[in-house]
T-cell receptor, first 116, second 110 residues
Framework: DAGVIQSPRHEVTEMGQEVTLRCKPISGHDYLFWYRQTMMRGLELLIYFNNNVPIDDSGMPEDRFSAKMPNASFSTLKIQPSEPRDSAVYFC??????????????FGEGSWLTVV | GQNIDQPTEMTATEGAIVQINCTYQTSGFNGLFWYQQHAGEAPTFLSYNVLDGLEEKGRFSSFLSRSKGYSYLLLKELQMKDSASYLCAVRDSGYSTLTFGKGTMLLVSP
């Protein structure tokens, strides 16, 4: 399997610009997660989807952040407008049905975002 | 809410054994995971515990005590490639999400 695929791997953008991060989950996985990782706060859950439907977006920092999952094989995380404090590594991850004990979450390689 | 604590850094020498502890306080519990993350890379799954006791997988073992809210990851016969951050994560009951600790950076020296 190709694993979780994210793009872009690295992005440097200016404050105020729109940033769109993309993710393709592992085929057949019905859960998709967006995490953000920083030195200060560690790995934080932003939002997750089940069968393309957003289930919990309480981790989304503010209205500048939005996420969509138009189909089972694609999701986006958008930041508009971007700010320097958004600089972080954004991970997309996917997993199988939660009712199966021990189903683990598989991470993509991450999108390294720097806002200057 | 969830609170997960683990040491920030640990050091050990090649060939030695190291134990990385994790304590957690959660409103629900449906499993504890350990992930390994090398610098600049994605977290990768190492182990899973949902019942009390020890799970062994090669050089790595993970232990869980649900009554104490405590887990540890045991790494034997350390190798230089084991230098990485080790993340403890708890799955809340009824959800598929994982809440992560901030990770323990392990440095293995010759």
């Amino acid at each position: 399997d190709a694993g979780v695929i994210q793009s872009p791997r690295h992005e440097v953008t200016e404050m105020g610009q729109e940033v769109t991060l993309r993710c393709k989950p592992i085929s057949g996985h019905d859960y998709l997660f967006w995490y953000r990782q920083t030195m200060m706060r560690g790995l934080e859950l932003l939002i997750y989807f089940n069968n393309n439907v957003p289930i919990d977006d309480s981790g989304m920092p503010e209205d500048r952040f939005s996420a969509k999952m138009p189909n089972a094989s694609f999701s986006t995380l958008k930041i508009q407008p971007s700010e320097p404090r958004d600089s972080a590594v954004y991970f997309c991850a996917s997993s199988l049905n939660r009712d199966r004990a021990g189903n683990t979450i598989y991470f993509g390689e991450g999108s390294w975002l720097t806002v200057v | 809410g969830q609170n997960i604590d683990q040491p920030t850094e640990m050091t050990a020498t090649e060939g030695a054994i190291v134990q990385i502890n994790c304590t957690y306080q959660t409103s629900g519990f449906n499993g504890l995971f350990w992930y390994q993350q090398h610098a600049g890379e994605a977290p990768t799954f190492l182990s899973y515990n949902v019942l009390d006791g020890l799970e062994e997988k090669g050089r790595f073992s993970s232990f869980l005590s649900r009554s104490k809210g405590y887990s540890y990851l045991l790494l034997k016969e350390l190798q230089m490639k084991d230098s990485a951050s080790y993340l403890c994560a708890v799955r809340d009951s009824g959800y598929s999400t994982l809440t992560f600790g901030k990770g323990t950076m392990l440095l293995v020296s010759p």
